[in-house]
């Protein structure tokens, strides 16, 4: 099997399954580097800003309210333009994205001790890993997961809204129990719809938007349930 330049098949030419297997691999592996590599970004980040003055600058001044609605802006901004950007374009807004992630989430090095944050980072990784796995390897669709999911989400961010005002210890810790589990099951639902988009034909730009795009809803899943365990399991610093 010859491919093109641009990681297309040449005309005439077919894939073997173990081929398109081990395409598929590359592009899941890719998906997976681009995610931990964000993680990786985003936790240097905050806990360089959380260690030096730059959280005082941040945070005691107008710029810690833009730092924690970019990212917002950001995911907004792929989402709707990814298709027309160059791949390398899309590339560079996801590492700048968890630059700024790691800017807004700074705050849980000076809130949260730090023995209970690489705690709960374990812990979130096998909760993720073994979601991830089951979502990239049952042969079931998770397809009828999404709009249930999709309402879990919703009724996630309007308890959370409500308790601002409420200030109930008993409904955190509801929202925290069940927002873990809509993105545990988001975890598993968004890996086999990434797995499903793969196609073998695409181009190497193409394969780079997509494999971007996944890394964000894998990590944006990740962050979540990151930071819902820690309201759940995060011991406080004195």
Do not use: C
Request: net charge positive; glycine share 10%; proline share 1%.
């Amino acid at each position: 099997m010859a491919l093109g330049t641009q990681g297309r098949p040449f005309a005439g030419t077919t894939l073997t399954q173990a081929q398109i297997d081990q395409g598929l691999r590359s592009y899941m592996l890719r998906v997976y580097n681009y995610m931990a590599s964000g993680l990786a970004l985003t936790g240097v980040t905050a806990y360089i800003i959380a260690n030096t003055g730059l959280f005082n600058v941040l945070y005691g001044s107008g710029l810690g309210f833009v730092v924690m609605l970019a990212p917002l802006g950001i995911v907004f901004f792929l989402g709707i333009k990814i298709q027309r950007m160059k791949h390398t374009t899309a590339q560079w807004l996801f590492w700048v994205f968890s630059i700024l992630m790691g800017a807004s989430l700074s705050y849980i090095f000076m809130a949260y001790t730090a023995t209970s944050i690489v705690r709960v980072f374990f812990i979130t990784m096998g909760m993720f890993g073994a979601m991830s796995l089951y979502g990239y390897t049952t042969k079931r669709s998770l397809v009828s997961w999404g709009a249930f999911l999709f309402m879990g989400l919703i009724g996630v961010i309007i308890a959370m809204v409500v308790n601002i005002f409420l200030q109930s210890g008993l409904l955190h810790f509801l929202i925290s129990v069940i927002g873990v589990l809509v993105f545990l099951g988001l975890t598993a639902y968004d890996t086999q719809r990434i797995k499903d988009v793969y196609r073998e034909t695409d181009g190497q730009a193409v394969m780079v938007k997509k494999s971007v795009m996944g890394a964000l809803s894998l990590y944006l899943n990740f962050i979540n349930i990151f930071i819902l365990l820690l309201h759940l399991f995060g011991a406080a610093r004195e």
